[in-house]
């Protein structure tokens, strides 16, 4: 009975631990959003392109395989359910020094979007995500 119990307990736990680490194969759309008072950049990837924005000047260049394996990559290694509680290491948006800055994700039909954070200063969990969006601004 003993062992019943612990085999039972040790499934058990397996399992939400699967449901709980969701994985990402393919993502819809990743958009960067930084705004304040007259600024704002933004990326947006999607399934072949990066657009971006610089206040009022746009760009769009194509998005290689390789840079498109990368970020789905990054998200599967994200629980992508709990950005939008990620701690921001700082707060000087809080005084309009810097841009208020956040990420979305669309996988399909779900949406997730993070907390606001500074611009150049994203939870760092985020990190490599927001350095991989802003280093596509090179066309490939």
Do not use: C, W
């Amino acid at each position: 009975m003993k062992y019943l119990l612990k085999i039972t307990s040790i499934i058990f736990f397996m399992a939400m631990n699967s449901f709980a680490q969701e994985k990402v194969n393919d993502f819809t759309e990743i958009t960067y959003e930084a705004r304040t008072r007259g600024s704002e950049h933004v990326i947006k990837v999607t399934q072949n392109s990066v657009y971006f924005k610089n206040n009022k000047e746009t760009k769009e260049v194509p998005l290689s395989k390789v840079n498109r394996d990368k970020l789905v990559q990054m998200l599967s290694d994200l629980s992508l359910k709990n950005i939008n509680s990620l701690k921001a290491p700082s707060n000087k948006r809080a005084t309009d020094r810097v841009l208020h800055a956040n990420l979305a994700v669309k996988t399909g039909e779900a949406s997730y979007k993070s907390s606001t954070f500074d611009e150049g200063y994203p939870p760092n969990e985020l990190k490599k995500i927001v350095k991989l969006l802003f280093s596509l601004n090179k066309a490939e």
